[in-house]
């Protein structure tokens, strides 16, 4: 006779005569961390397989996608053996890095910066670029998670065979940008990404850390961000190469208009 394997749960009343519906069922034992197997799956196909150090620099320097996401998620993780294989990855990677455009854009939060960069980065396709966008979201300083959705502001660049998004947590990182990016940006220039577009987290007045890792500093504003005495303050505006007033047309064009003038005078 084949043996149950279900079982009431905990919370039920055990004279319930099976009034209640709710059943436990066992699960399927499997190999432990310390089998050579490692854990069982039920579908071992759709497993991925582990990468050394030479696939992983082989994956990059031929411009595979998959590839150099995982690899940006292996210089991402805190794992001490992680750490080891992403510092052989970045080593061999290192020699056909360089040579590419690096665009760091910033502002507040709201301010249309992924929506910029698809459009940006839709443009520079059509010029036969490749583009790299590396968008940084902001970790919560509760859980420590991330949403990380900044990519879906980019449908149309997303799908583009071209393109290469990776969406970062912050990490609890200050600057508006990933401990990694700097990283993150080597691996992107050795697989062949000529223009790479670096998204911040929305930013104040004193997040630059970005400023040192770009060829061109953008920073994103909206009307109503204050007077030129704001400008004055500096920060940010000081170390910015160009500033956009976004978000220009219907009403907002001659709020957008002072706007400008205003930053302009700074």
Same mark, same amino acid.
């Given at each position: ?10 919370? %039920? ?7 209640? %519906?709710?059943?436990?069922? !066992? ?15 039920? =579908?071992?196909? &759709? ?81 036969? =670029?490749?583009?790299? @966008?590396?968008? &940084? ?25 071209? !393109?290469?998004?990776?969406? !970062? ?28 577009? @670096? ?44 500033? &956009? ?22």
């Amino acid at each position: 006779m084949k043996k149950d394997k279900t079982k009431k749960p905990e919370w %039920a009343p055990e004279a319930d005569n099976d009034a209640f %519906a709710g059943r436990i069922i !066992s699960g399927r034992g499997g190999e432990g961390a310390d089998h050579p197997e490692g854990s069982a799956s039920l =579908h071992p196909k &759709v497993r991925r397989k582990t990468l050394g150090s030479e696939a992983y620099v082989a994956g990059i320097l031929n411009g595979d996608r998959a590839v150099l996401g995982r690899a940006i998620t292996l210089i991402e993780s805190n794992a001490e053996a992680h750490i080891i294989q992403a510092q052989e990855v970045l080593r061999a990677v290192l020699p056909h890095s360089g040579g590419t455009i690096r665009v760091g854009i910033t502002g507040v939060p709201g301010a249309g910066k992924s929506t910029l960069i698809e459009a940006l980065g839709m443009h520079l396709l059509e010029l036969g =670029h490749r583009v790299a @966008v590396l968008a &940084v979201d902001p970790s919560s300083s509760i859980s420590g998670g991330s949403i990380l959705g900044d990519k879906t502001r980019m449908e149309k660049l997303s799908r583009h065979p071209g !393109s290469f998004i990776r969406p !970062s947590p912050s990490g609890g990182a200050l600057g508006g940008v990933a401990r990694k990016t700097r990283e993150t940006m080597l691996l992107c220039e050795a697989a062949g990404f000529d223009v790479i577009l @670096v998204e911040t987290v929305g930013v104040g007045q004193s997040e630059i850390a970005v400023r040192s890792m770009v060829d061109f500093f953008l920073l994103l504003q909206i009307t109503g961000g204050g007077d030129e005495l704001q400008g004055i303050k500096k920060g940010v505006m000081e170390l910015a190469d160009a500033v &956009v007033v976004n978000k220009a047309d219907g009403e907002n064009r001659a709020p957008a208009e002072s706007a400008r003038q205003d930053f302009a005078m700074a």
